[in-house]
Structures are given as C-alpha cells and as structure tokens.
C-alpha cells in the first residue's frame, strides 16, 4: 500500500511542478512495481501490455467523445453562438447581478455540451465588462466562472453531456439521467452556495475599499461585432440536451447533431469550416492522452499485491458504501487534478466490487453513478489541474489572487454538496 500512495503522491507533486502526466505517469508506475518487490526487468514487459491496455482502452471507449466534444465547442466558439447566448443573458439580468449572469450563462453553456475549456474563453470577455460596470474586483471573476462551469453542471445536474456525468454509466450501465431528485438537489446546494458565497465576498471586498481595476492589457469591445440570433444559438444545445436525454441517443450521435445543426445555420461561413473542425480536433489529442496515461498507471496500481489490501480497506470504511466510493474517488482525482482521471482509475479498480455490494445492500446503481460522479468534482480542481491554469490564464489572475475563492466555491461547497448526496442516497433517494 505504501507503494500505491507513494506513486499517487509522486504524480500529484510532479504534476504541479508542471510536468506533463504523459510520462510521469510511466515513471511512476515503475516506482509502484519496484516497490512493491517487482523486477525491474519485468517492467517493460507490463508497460507494453498491461499499462497500455489501460491506456489504449480508456482512449478506444472515450476517444470520440473527447475529439466531438472538442469541435463541437470550438464551433460554438468561432461561430460566436457561444458569445450570443452568454451576452443575452448577461443584458437580462444587467450588471447588478453581473456574477449570477456569468453562473447562469456558464451553466447554459456547459449543460449544453459546451467544453469548460472553451466555455472559460468565452465568458472571460463579457465577466470583464460586467464587473467592471458593477464595480467588482477582477479577481472574484475566476471563481464566478468556476461556479457555472466546473462544478454542477459537470458533476451533478442529471443529463449533463460531459464527460464526468458519463463516464460512471459505462462502468455502472445507467443512463446520464441517473439519480434525478439526488442529482438535482446537491446541484442546487452547488450553484446557490457558490453564488451566495460570492455575493458575500463582494460585499466583503467592497467594504474594504476594493474595486475593479483595468487589466494590464485589456481588449476593448467592438461596438460593431454582429453576434447571431440567440434563439438559433440556443438550438445546438438544446439539441445534444434532449437527443441524448429524451431520445436516448449515444452521445457521439448527439454531438455529430449539434456539431451538423452549426453547421446549417452558418454555412455563410463554410470557409472557415475545416480549419475551426482542424483545431477541435487537435485540441482534443493533449487531454485525452493525458487522462488515458493516469489511467494506464491505474491498471499497474490493480496489478501489485497492496492494492488487494488497498481495496479491503475501502470497502471496509464504515458506514454506507456510497462514503467509501466518494473518497476513493475524489481522492484520486485530487491526486491526478483530473476528474475524467479520477473515475477513470477508481472505476477501472473498484466498480465490480461496488456493483457487488450494491446488489448485496439493496443501494441503488444510480445513486452510485451520481455519487461518484459528484466525489470526482469536489478535489480535482486543486492548484495544479490543467483547467485552474488555464482559467487564471486567460482572467490574468495568481493563485494568490483567486485560488481561496475558488477553493471554497469548488471544493468546499462542492464536498458539502456531495456529503448531503451520500446521506441521501443511504436513504434511499434517487
């Protein structure tokens, strides 16, 4: 066991040092064998086959649904739809509720197939422009988009498109809809806290003499810019939403839908077409290649003989079952930054196992799918994960800055959330 926590300790250091998991994870992964008494000569031989079957199997069931959903958002993106639907909420709501128009906008966004990544790109725009109307410091704005896009809509809102909210149904055979009532209501704990959180943190600022300040490089707006009719850019999402939901469609067939409906309704711009699609593409390659090697060093931990002992311990925890599967999973998640990451290694391990004993408890799989869909979301999100580094990037914020905003409004309330989910799903709410 010392081996297996070792190893998940080195990744989780490496990586925030900035070194890439594609060949940390490798490295560690030789480190758990030779600790755990392995040749090392027997090491090349388990990389070849039993980390890459790791790696090559979670890449051949996700592939597709990271690549769609890729270009799917670059579209809505370079279409400027993205920007429609955030700027017509944020002029319904106007700049006295600028942070609950950059929640409510994020949330519409993500819960219609939208990547957080892009999602990140096309709220920073219109948060700047918003806060500095309200008078609100610039670096509350990383944490309001925080609140909209990597938190409930990602994790807990039953029918989410993204990758989180599936990946539990492959291992556990339910639908993205699963725990309606338990999903709904930990999104809600989600969404309100956050917001609350954040209008008191305005307040508290403001009394401190605190206000906006111009970045140091601001872009200004064009006065001229021609955004499309909001109802049309509605329709992609709403699209994925009720395919993959009402329909019941695979989400490859959902997103090659939506990614066709943009298509239609823009093809004035076909020329720009194959690059936008090229970039989507691309852009896809870096992380599920990311994730696919931390779920490589995943199969290596299940093969040394600590993990047995690891997997007793677990489902040993006393109490419901739901609490042992949360913290296997959030701690991993928290170890790698990476929720897809972190269900991909602790299911892979352990989901025979909770299958199993959900049968044996009479708990339901759904609550099981939503619990640990949720877990995946409250510790990914610490200082090193790929998306905190990009969304400080693009606000031009620091961790010393931002990060206790975004500590508590998607960690905090996030575990509160998911505490309240395991105590519900006991009872046997779904």
């Known amino acids: ?26 490295i560690a992964s030789a480190i ?8 090392l000569d027997q090491f090349v031989h388990l990389y070849r086959t039993t980390y890459m079957q790791g790696f090559v199997g979670f890449t051949l069931q996700w592939f597709p ?44 966004l993500t819960y219609g197939g939208v990547s957080m990544f892009v999602a990140v790109f096309a709220l920073y725009p219109l948060a700047l422009v918003l806060f500095r109307e309200a008078n609100i410091p610039r670096r509350l704005i990383p944490a309001a988009i925080t609140v909209g896009v990597f938190a409930y809509t990602m994790v807990a809102l039953p029918g989410s498109p993204q990758i989180q909210n599936l990946i539990p149904g492959n291992f556990f055979g339910t639908p993205p809809t699963a725990a309606p009532i338990l999903g709904i209501i930990c999104g809600a704990i989600m969404v309100v806290g956050g917001y609350l959180y954040l209008v008191w943190r305005e307040k508290q600022v403001k009394l401190a003499g605190e206000g906006f300040t111009e970045p140091p490089q601001a872009v200004p707006e064009d006065p001229n810019e021609v955004l499309p ?18 329909f ?4 490859i067939v959902s997103l090659i839908t939506g990614i066709l409906l943009i298509l239609a309704v823009n093809f004035q711009h076909y020329k720009t077409f194959i690059k936008t ?23 290596i931990v299940q093969f040394v003989p600590g993990f047995t002992t690891l997997v007793d311990l677990l489902v040993g925890i006393p ?47 759904e609550a099981m799918h939503r619990i640990a869909a949720m877990a995946s979301g409250v510790m990914d999100t610490v200082p090193h994960n790929g998306a905190i580094l990009t969304l400080l990037a693009v606000c031009g914020m620091t961790h010393k800055e931002s990060y206790k905003d975004i500590f508590v409004a998607i960690i905090i309330i996030p575990l509160i959330a998911t505490a309240v989910g395991i105590f519900l799903g006991s009872l046997g709410v779904v």
């Open 1 to 26: 066991m010392f081996a297996i926590f070792f190893g998940i300790g080195l990744i989780m250091f490496l990586a925030y040092k900035g070194w890439s998991t594609i060949w940390v994870a490798p």
């Open 32 to 39: 758990v064998l030779l600790l755990s008494g392995i040749e």
């Open 65 to 108: 649904v990271f690549m769609l959903g890729a270009i799917f958002g670059k579209l809505m993106d370079s279409t400027k739809m993205a920007k429609a639907v955030a700027v017509k909420i944020s002029q319904i709501l106007g700049p006295k509720h600028a942070i609950l128009a950059v929640i409510i906008a994020g949330s519409v």
């Open 229 to 246: 009719n909001v109802l049309v850019s509605l329709s992609p999402l709403l699209v994925v939403i009720i395919t993959l939901n009402v």
């Open 248 to 251: 019941g469609w695979d989400i």
């Open 277 to 299: 699609i090229n970039e989507g593409a691309q852009g896809s390659m870096l992380p599920i290649v990311n994730v696919s090697a931390i779920v490589g060093f995943g199969t």
């Open 319 to 365: 109490g419901t079952p739901l609490l042992s599967l949360a913290i296997a999973v959030t701690t991993v998640a928290g170890a790698t930054g990476s929720a897809s990451g972190g269900l991909g290694i602790a299911l892979t391990a352990l989901a025979d196992q909770y299958i199993y004993i959900a049968a044996r408890d009479g708990i339901s799989l």
